[in-house]
């Protein structure tokens, strides 16, 4: 068996990274949609550490963690498509910055839409202040990868759809074209590419996820009072 | 400080695992480089022109060209000099593994370690219990049989756990014992196999100068922890 399987959901954005990626090279994969509340013996096989999506499995052996199989799948099929900038030194600031998103843009945003009252505020303006330092890494180019998508567009991504998710379930706004032009410039570009555009889930489905997610951990913290 | 074209620099601090790791890696490579000390309570202007995001070490300078977080710094030292030492296997699947690996054990690292260094005192069995079932996850699926974590030669992975040669100052400070042939035989085997290569012997960091800061760093979160 040498096919390419993904285990997720394509409401989440890590799984959709993959299919993104896996798109633009022309790979055929099948997907296996998960229920993270009823998780599949196959997955809790495939990811036993973390027991979560995205899972890729290739000739039977599977990578976990969204930004490695991104670079996974760019070194397996490196003729078409590549994902990751020539350079070493490019390289490396894909990979800053990449990290930058899902540790600082991703986790505040969260924090934004989960938090109330007076920490909200403050939990707005730190989000805020992520999503300003990407602005300014966008400055100049018509993508983050250059004159085509690359690697950090497929991480950044999820602001394309996921983010007014967010906000929606958060009640609040954070990327709004006046304040940050050049990511919303950006994120319209970035929609209208075919293999982007073909994986992207009802706006409906994301706004669930994240309300049932969010739900959960109102539920948690109410039981701990 | 003058800029030289094409130079080597690295802004670091002597116990900072981060930065270790870095040296560790230059020098297995055989490549030149100046070592800038930072004071991280008085940063100089350089540190943080080079690093305005994260503020902090390590940083590599290269012809002018700055690289932060030391795990993009390690991935650029191996593609810009892979050959004759390179420190992560060919395959795709090797090399996505090897990452795994760094990456849970610089996530696990960090938020076991601090919560072992700043447990209480009745509270430090279960938190050596935490960090004990850390390691052996590492030890039974990463490391194995293995002399290395990158098999007969060190990888990158190797280098990303060094700072368990360390971790005996940690176990003195707390006051219990982690990583023993009793308690992780393969891990604390390869522990004492890593300390003996040549290279990571000649640069280990030098922290029982450093055990008195250490201890006052414990006191501190320990009460910030109540």
Known sequence: MGGVKVLGLNSSFPCVRVLWALKLKGVNYEIVEENLLNKSPLLLQMNPIHKKVPVLIHKDKPIVESLLILEYIDEVWKTTYPLMPEDPYDCS???????????????????????EGEGKEVAIVAAKETLE??????????????????????????????????????????LDSSTFPLLYQWTQCFVHIPAIHECLPPREKAVDYFQTGLNYLRSLDASKK | ??????????????????????????????????????????????????????????VLVHAGKAIAESVVILEYIEETWPDPTPLLPEHPYERAMARFWIAYGDQKQHHVFHSFLACSEEGKEKAAKDLMEMLKIVQDEALGDQKFFGGNTLSLVDLCYGWLTSLKYVERV???????????????????????????????????????????????????NK
């Open chain 1, 133 to 174: 330092l990407l602005e300014k890494q966008i400055e100049g180019k018509k993508f983050f990868g250059g004159d085509e998508i690359g690697y950090l567009d497929l991480v950044v991504g999820w602001i394309c759809l996921w983010l007014p998710a967010i906000e929606q379930v958060g009640g609040m706004k954070l």
């Open chain 1, 93 to 115: 600031m894909a990979r800053f910055w990449a990290k930058f998103v899902d540790e600082k843009v991703v986790v505040t945003a969260f924090e934004a839409m989960k938090s």
């Open chain 2, 1 to 58: 400080m003058e800029e030289i074209p094409n130079k080597l620099r690295l802004y670091g601090t002597e116990a900072s695992p981060y930065v270790r790791r870095v040296i560790w890696a230059l020098k297995i490579k055989g490549i030149e480089y100046d070592f800038v000390q930072e004071d991280l309570s008085n940063k100089s202007p350089s540190l943080l022109r080079y690093n305005p995001i994260n503020k902090t070490v390590p």
């Open chain 2, 174 to 224: 707390v006051g219990v014992r982690v990583l023993e042939p009793t308690t992780l035989p393969k891990l604390h085997r390869w522990m004492q196999d890593f300390s003996e290569e040549p290279l990571v012997k000649e640069n280990l960091p030098d922290l029982e100068a450093k055990l008195p800061e250490l201890e006052t760093l414990r006191k501190h979160l320990m009460s910030t």
